[in-house]
Nanobody, 122 residues
Framework: QVQLVESGGGLVQAGGSLRLSCAAS????????MGWYRQAPGKQRELVAT???????HYADSVKGRFTISRENAKNTVSLQMSSLKPEDTAVYYC????????????????WGQGTQVTVSS
C-alpha cells in the first residue's frame, strides 16, 4: 500500500516562501505522476501542479511563475517550492500520486497525503 507523507507547511507573511515535500513509501514502482492539490476553506479542491516521471509539468494559472514543482524519481519524492506567496494561497495542500496521469489531473488519484496547512498572512 502506497503512503504519501507531506511536510513543510506553516505560517508565512505575504511575499514569503515555503517549501513542501512529499515522500511516497510502500511501492517499489516509480509513481508515474506526482502532484499537489490545495483546498481553501469553503472552496473546492483545486489542482496546483503535477510532474510526471518523464518530466512533463503542469501548473495552475494562479501559481505559474511563483511555484516550482520538482521530484526525485529515485526516491519517489515530490516537492513544491512556493515563492511570492499571497493570502489567497492559504489552504491545506495535499500531495497526490498515481500511475495514471489522467487520474491525477482529474482529482481521482489513487493515493493522497494527509494534507499540510499553509497560511499566508497579509
Amino acid at each position: 500500500q502506497v503512503q504519501l507523507v507531506e511536510s513543510g507547511g506553516g505560517l508565512v507573511q505575504a511575499g514569503g516562501s515555503l517549501r513542501l515535500s512529499c515522500a511516497a513509501s510502500g511501492s517499489n514502482l516509480l509513481l508515474t505522476v506526482m502532484g499537489w492539490y490545495r483546498q481553501a476553506p469553503g472552496k473546492q479542491r483545486e489542482l496546483v501542479a503535477t510532474l510526471t516521471s518523464g518530466g512533463s509539468i503542469h501548473y495552475a494559472d494562479s501559481v505559474k511563475g511563483r511555484f516550482t514543482i520538482s521530484r526525485e524519481n529515485a526516491k519517489n519524492t515530490v516537492s513544491l517550492q512556493m515563492s511570492s506567496l499571497k493570502p489567497e494561497d492559504t489552504a491545506v495542500y495535499y500531495c497526490a500520486a498515481d500511475w495514471s496521469p489522467t487520474a491525477v489531473v482529474e482529482g481521482r488519484a489513487g493515493y493522497w497525503g494527509q494534507g499540510t496547512q499553509v497560511t499566508v498572512s497579509s
